[in-house]
């Protein structure tokens, strides 16, 4: 509920800125256009005014004849009585040379304009002229001149007159726009801002100046610049007018502020935040009594919470403890039933160390024979012979070793190739008690993977065992082991049994077709954990080319890219077949 009202709130204020926002800022626009009108005509006027001023004053019979008999007495007090008349900035009479022998600036009497544009412009033109000049300050100066001609078209001198431009200016610095009127060429010759005089728009705008005009109406906008702003002075948002001005080629640029739109805005966007706080303080307190109500059936609920909370903790304790049982547990059927198949190899195993110990205690009767008769290089070959037979004897001492460690979880990168190869010397005695045929078809290349090899070792071993088991009654018993990569190692165990009836149950454990006394049950559902352990699968499928079953171990190439560079190379290369 209170999420609406907030929503309703946003957009409705947002549209109601935005739609108020347009109107305000287009009546806004519409009364700049009308005051940037207005300064655009007041400017027209006094120039107008002024224009007409130096033809009077050119054929004025006083002023020819002071020029003529160069008699200067009377002269600025009947400039300056002129003045008072028309509302000129300032009347200057130059004598033929450019000196100035009448003026209603006393500091200007006597003073030489011989270079001035207003005194070149009217000698030679001979007609009424317009120059803006610059100033002693950092003003403008604009004046109407005009040749004075004597008799016979001889040029006496020059009056000019000066145009009030500076009271426009003076009276636009006493409102909030900003106000700059520039020349044909672009530059800035009126200005409310006084540091804005002979410069063109954007460099005036890059000025730092001291507080003016412009930046009474940044003061009043800092917090509007969301506005649809025509220009971006300094980073705030003002309103920009320009107008034709009708003389010369100039134009006129206001800055006008929002400062009415965001009052006359706010004013009504305050009320509706009003409303909407009203609303949302009635929704809150139906919210806070309706809560009232709910927190007292949860502080009912929470005892029981409490009490379910303890339960379920001793649940979980209770279930930690199960799991870690559980672990040991599988542990300790894993090594049994590596000891089960210690203990099923052990015939054979011991066969395979009577030999070496019968062959040995020959070699040493033999040796001592020899000895006695001093034919000791022969005796030293019977030695090297029983040398022989003692490395066969700690090879296969230690295969049953490592075999009966318990398996870590130190995963190591190794050759699947040496784990077959030490798998087969493992259950080797059992392959010749049983006379059956092992085809080993593997790469030339290495066959990478990252696993506890100890368990891996313990896998193949029982798929083997299994193997043998399932060709007990068959007439020429064969086992086929076949390694291949691809983008997993793949190790598949056929045998050429009667198969599997019953697939669905082979990997449960305590699922055996075995007779009683003969297996647990447990051999293919531990091999199955640990080949899921290493992040591969174990599975079965009876063959569909002959009779027998077949095991696939599927794992992870250690270093996926180089194995497939190998595989691509095995694929061009003959199978080796090995027969053991």
Not at 148 to 171: A, F, P, Q
Not at 261 to 286: C, K, P
Not at 377 to 401: P, Y
Not at 473 to 499: C, E, F, K, Y
Request: a positive charge; charged letters at 25%.
């Amino acid at each position: 509920m209170v999420v609406l009202i907030l929503t309703l709130a946003a957009v409705t204020l947002w549209a109601t800125n935005h739609w108020l926002t347009t109107r305000f800022t287009e009546n806004t626009r519409a009364r700049a256009d009308v005051r940037s009108a207005l300064y655009s005509g007041n400017v027209v006027s006094e120039l107008q005014r002024t224009s007409v001023v130096p033809l009077l004053l050119a054929r004025d019979p006083a002023l020819m004849s002071a020029l003529e008999g160069q008699e200067y007495s009377t002269v600025s007090a009947r400039l300056i009585t002129a003045q008072k008349e028309i509302g000129a900035s300032a009347i200057l009479l130059l004598d033929s040379s450019g000196r100035t022998v009448g003026t209603t600036l006393r500091t200007n009497l006597g003073q030489s304009f011989v270079n001035e544009p207003f005194f070149v412009d009217a000698m030679r033109m001979r007609d009424t002229t317009f120059s803006v000049t610059r100033n002693a300050g950092s003003g403008f100066a604009f004046a109407y001149s005009r040749a004075v001609v004597g008799e016979g078209g001889r040029s006496l001198g020059v009056i000019v007159v000066g145009s009030d431009l500076n009271r426009l200016e003076r009276s636009w610095a006493g409102i909030s726009d900003a106000v700059a009127v520039t020349d044909s060429e672009g530059k800035i010759i009126l200005s409310t801002e006084p540091r804005w005089r002979n410069l063109t728009l954007p460099e005036a705008l890059a000025v730092r100046s001291a507080p003016s005009a412009i930046e009474r109406a940044f003061q009043v906008t800092a917090d509007w610049t969301s506005s649809p702003a025509d220009a971006y002075i300094r980073g705030k948002a003002v309103m920009q007018t320009e107008t034709r001005v009708p003389f010369r080629g100039w134009r006129m640029i206001t800055f006008t502020t929002y400062e009415s739109v965001r009052q006359r805005v706010n004013a009504i966007l305050a009320l509706e935040i009003m409303g909407f706080a009203i609303v949302l303080a009635g929704a809150f307190y139906l919210f806070s009594r309706r809560a009232l109500g709910w927190s007292e059936q949860y502080m009912r609920e929470s005892a029981d919470l409490r009490a379910l909370n303890a339960r379920l903790t001793r649940e979980i304790a209770e279930r930690e403890r199960m799991a870690r049982e559980l672990r040991v547990a599988e542990q300790t059927v894993q090594q049994a039933s590596k000891l089960a198949v210690l203990g099923e190899m052990s015939a054979g195993v011991s066969h395979e160390l009577n030999q070496p110990l019968a062959a040995m205690k020959t070699y040493l009767a033999g040796a001592r024979l020899l000895l006695q008769r001093g034919r000791s290089e022969e005796a030293l070959s019977s030695f090297q012979r029983i040398d022989d037979l003692i490395e066969r004897m700690t090879a296969i001492t230690r295969q049953l070793k490592s075999f009966a460690r318990k398996g870590g979880e130190a995963f190591e990168a190794f050759d699947m190739r040496d784990a077959i190869s030490a798998a087969l010397t493992l259950v080797e005695p059992q392959l010749r008690a049983r006379r059956v045929k092992v085809t080993r078809t593997v790469p030339r290349g290495s066959v990478m993977v990252r696993c506890d090899r100890m368990r891996l070792e313990q896998v193949i071993i029982n798929l083997l065992t299994n193997a043998i088991d399932a060709t007990r009654q068959t007439p020429n018993p064969t086992v086929d082991m076949i390694v291949s990569s691809g983008s997993h190692a793949v190790l598949s165990v056929r045998d050429n049994g009667p198969g599997i009836a019953d697939l669905e149950k082979l990997f449960e454990p305590f699922f055996t077709t075995k007779k009683p006394g003969e297996g647990t049950g447990l051999g293919l559902a531990i091999s199955s954990d640990i080949v899921t352990d290493f992040g591969g699968r174990l599975t079965a499928h009876n063959a569909e080319d002959g009779p027998g079953a077949i095991f696939e171990v599927q794992l992870p190439l250690h270093a996926p890219r180089l194995q497939r560079t190998a595989a691509q190379g095995e694929r061009k290369a003959a199978m080796l077949r090995a027969a053991e």
